[in-house]
């Protein structure tokens, strides 16, 4: 969505290990060769399912074909890449470079998303957990969960990781304020939905013309699906309800 693309992470040392597969990108794979230095790679390791995280296992697999792929289990993913993939999941340890990553269930973005936390150097590989400078899109119709991502958000914050190292963006050197400018902005978010809902409003995409005034239009479906997300987990509270395509407040 943003033109720059997303970044994957090596890590050398007697298990070379990979952390996201990209896109396939020709350009991609010569790094990943020239990186490794001679290096076998070992294994691919995947945050989650998304288009540019996985979709390029196939062109590695195909150019490396002694590696093995890692992920947890979606269904709605898990056919997509065409490479067997290997089933992990949270409280998983697994051998990279010459250390151990332990898997951090942190759904909210995606069911099957991964952190991978460096315990000595207390660094989190965390995919699209967070995103310096930006805020991560809680895709509704694609299992995206705005409850399950808060719940992730405090879950990352308890280990008070030194740093974190994202698919998008810069490194991210103060990870717990940023975590929790993410848990603000969420509650100012659901603030605006339901101030949307108490005036009348019971579209969704009438709710994104209000809260963001100002948006570019080739944005304008994943800000409806953040609005989505929002509304899905006030439903599940009891504080709104929908009738068909219409979404009303429930209580003051």
């Not at 993913?77 to 332990?102: F, K, S």
Request: charged share 20%.
């Amino acid at each position: 969505m943003t033109g720059s693309g997303n970044m994957t992470w090596l890590i050398r040392g007697r298990v070379p290990t990979l952390i996201d597969a990209g896109v396939g990108e020709q350009r991609h794979l010569e790094a990943l060769e020239e990186a490794l230095a001679g290096e076998r790679l070992a294994q691919v390791v995947v945050t989650h399912g998304h288009v540019d995280h996985a979709s390029g296992a196939a062109a590695i697999a195909e150019r490396m074909p002694d590696v093995r792929f890692f992920k947890m289990p979606w269904p709605e993913h898990d056919h997509a890449w065409r490479v067997p993939w290997e089933a992990i999941a949270g409280g998983d340890v697994i051998a990279a470079g010459d250390t151990t990553l332990t898997a951090v269930h942190t759904p909210g973005h995606s069911p099957d998303h991964l952190c991978f936390w460096e315990a000595e150097s207390r660094v989190l590989l965390c995919g699209d957990l967070a995103w310096q400078g930006s805020t991560i899109v809680i895709p509704s119709s694609h299992g995206g969960d705005v409850s399950a991502y808060l719940a992730s958000l405090d879950r990352v914050i308890a280990l008070s990781p030194a740093k974190m190292l994202p698919a998008h963006g810069p490194v991210i050197d103060r990870p717990v304020d940023l975590l929790r400018e993410y848990i603000a902005h969420r509650a100012l978010r659901e603030q605006q939905v339901l101030a949307a809902l108490r005036i009348g409003i019971s579209d969704p995409t009438d709710m994104v013309a209000r809260i963001y005034p100002a948006l570019p239009k080739p944005l304008v479906s994943v800000a409806r699906e953040s609005v989505l997300a929002h509304l899905l987990k006030l439903e599940r509270e009891g504080k709104a309800h929908r009738e068909q395509d219409a979404w009303h407040i429930i209580g003051p």
